[in-house]
């Protein structure tokens, strides 16, 4: 298997995050924190294979982790987690990138074009 680039992991992260049901589960581990599987059942209406299914995609990104207790597994955020999302989108991290306006129409306005 040949080395990551890290495109790959930043693309590998957002594509763990860019399901409808993925970004629930992080939406309410953020939220409420620590959760186990049945109560995200329950508060996502979705299937456990499905859930489980989703809930590896998120610890394969690194995003979520795993503690068993007894029978019951609980899940949260990865540590560092937030940080790695907003790592992978490094030109939206910055305050200074939100001006909305454009340089190139700008520059047209300024010629006299439309």
């Given at each position: 298997m040949a080395d990551r680039t890290p495109q790959d992991v930043r693309l590998e992260l957002l594509k763990a995050v860019a399901d409808p049901t993925r970004l629930a589960v992080l939406d309410s581990l953020a939220a409420d924190g620590a959760r186990c599987h049945?109560?995200?059942?329950?508060?996502?209406?979705?299937?456990?294979?499905?859930?489980?299914?989703?809930?590896?995609?998120?610890?394969?990104?690194?995003?979520?982790?795993?503690?068993?207790r007894g029978r019951r597994v609980r899940y949260c955020l990865e540590f560092g987690a937030?940080?790695?999302?907003?790592?992978?989108?490094?030109?939206?991290?910055?305050?200074?990138?939100?001006?909305?306006?454009?340089?190139?129409?700008?520059?047209?306005?300024?010629?006299?074009?439309?």
């Open positions: 049945g109560d995200l059942e329950v508060e996502l209406g979705v299937p456990a294979n499905r859930l489980s299914f989703h809930l590896k995609v998120l610890r394969d990104a690194g995003l979520v982790r795993a503690n068993r937030i940080d790695a999302l907003r790592a992978a989108l490094p030109a939206l991290s910055s305050v200074d990138n939100l001006d909305p306006a454009c340089t190139a129409c700008e520059r047209d306005d300024a010629a006299g074009g439309r």
